[in-house]
């Protein structure tokens, strides 16, 4: 079989076997590029303004939080943003009856300036109704809303379009690159031959303008759709696949595929939330006085269980997003020692390249032209899939 011919059946049976999915996450990811936005509208009680106020400090919220939730659920994470703050509960165990507590929710949400509850839902269930519309929808655009399961499977066709987007860059270009070869004196040159596929014939036939717009709009947008094909796996399958691709080429760390799992998860740890908090505001505090960075803002602190660590991030002078931060360092749930300072860029390039690719596939960097560049592209995704279907049927007939 010739080259060509072989990469083209790749190319199209891989198109059809991602298309679902693809239209799910671009359709999805248009909307999310704005997903404070929807979801303030939607749910206006659980968004608040600033108004010149400063937040309260994690120690007080915190224990705000554990006050409203005690004794049926404690705080599993804290995300701080200038709207709201949102805590992630889990249920404790009755000690009377040895079973857990039943609770109908799983987020509860605060404000930041005066420790008012704002709200409780549980975050993604669309069966609550419009409470959970943006949750739920980037639930779809995560994991398919299937937990585990949706992950793996939008990690695997992730994959395969990174390589399909390499396969699909090769069948754009003309098919006898090397025709000066044959015929020096009649061949066109490469790139007048080649700028004919950057083109859409718009006064050709219905096949030839879908066609077009398949290989044109692919070319145009080819750079963008690597970048959120291969963030895609970092975000599905950033412990294997990723991991193993970017410690390859790059120095690249993080706490999840550096550091162990333990024997059995963490259920009880010596330190809480709390105690965790005052560690990693003194250890990130030490780490920008030795890195010479300025701590802006307190962002999220959270448990690993399953490796049995604390997580506590900040925004700092180095963060490369636009909002929120990645500046993180990693405090042991029991000893209280650090493991780990991970800073969002100049500290390790497989880091920094991550930073860059996770700011670009959240729309958080580059402001609101960006962001619009992304909510478009979502729908040029769709658009993509449903020409190469039209491609798919018109040569098949």
């Known amino acids: 079989m010739k080259i060509r011919p072989f990469w083209v059946l790749v190319h199209r049976y891989t198109g059809l076997g991602m298309t679902l999915f693809l239209v799910v996450v671009g359709l999805t990811g248009s909307l999310l590029a704005f997903y404070k936005e929807l979801d303030g509208a939607i749910n206006p009680r659980l ?6 106020r400063t ?20 705080v599993q994470s804290l995300w701080m943003s200038s709207e709201s703050v949102q805590f992630s509960v889990s249920p404790r165990q ?29 975050w993604g269930a669309i069966s609550e109704g419009m409470t959970n519309l943006m949750p739920f929808i980037y639930n779809l655009h995560f994991n398919l809303a299937l937990d585990d399961a949706g992950m793996w499977i939008l990690g695997i066709t992730a994959l395969i379009w990174t390589l399909d987007c390499f396969v699909g860059f090769y069948l754009t270009l003309p098919a006898k690159v090397f025709a000066a070869q044959h015929n020096q004196s009649t061949a066109s040159p490469f790139w007048q031959r080649w ?13 030839r303008i879908n066609y077009d717009l398949h290989r044109a709009g692919g070319l145009w947008v080819w750079l963008a759709l690597l970048v959120f094909a291969w963030s895609s796996v970092y975000m599905n399958l950033g412990d ?8 390859s080429v790059s120095d690249y760390h993080q706490p999840w595929t550096d550091i162990e799992d333990l024997p059995e998860p963490l259920i009880h740890p010596a330190i809480d939330l709390r105690a965790a908090y005052r560690l990693g505001h003194r250890a990130m505090t030490r780490a920008a006085a030795e890195h010479g960075f300025q701590i802006e803002a307190p962002v999220a602190i959270w448990i690993n269980r399953a490796k049995g660590f604390y997580v506590y991030c900040v925004r700092s002078s180095l963060d490369i997003q636009d909002h929120e931060g990645q500046t993180r360092v990693v405090i042991d749930a029991n000893s209280g020692q650090q493991k780990m300072l991970l800073l969002p860029a100049g500290q390790y390039n497989g ?47």
């Open 47 to 52: 968004y608040v303004e600033a108004h010149g």
């Open 55 to 74: 937040p309260l400090d994690f120690d007080t919220l915190i224990e705000s939080a554990e006050s409203r939730i005690a004794p049926q659920a404690s």
């Open 94 to 122: 009755n000690e009377q009856t040895g079973q857990s507590f039943e609770l109908n929710y799983d987020q509860l949400l605060l404000d930041p300036y005066t420790g008012a509850e704002l709200g409780r839902r549980r």
């Open 195 to 207: 700028r004919r596929a950057w083109l859409i014939k718009w006064r050709g036939s219905p096949f």
């Open 240 to 247: 294997t696949v990723y991991q193993k691709v970017m410690q």
């Open 351 to 397: 880091n920094t390249v991550t930073s860059w690719l996770t700011a670009l596939h959240m729309a958080n960097v580059f402001g609101l032209p960006y962001r619009l560049f992304v909510c478009v592209l979502g729908l040029v995704i769709v658009m993509l899939s449903v020409t190469g279907i039209v491609i798919w049927l018109k040569k098949r007939r």
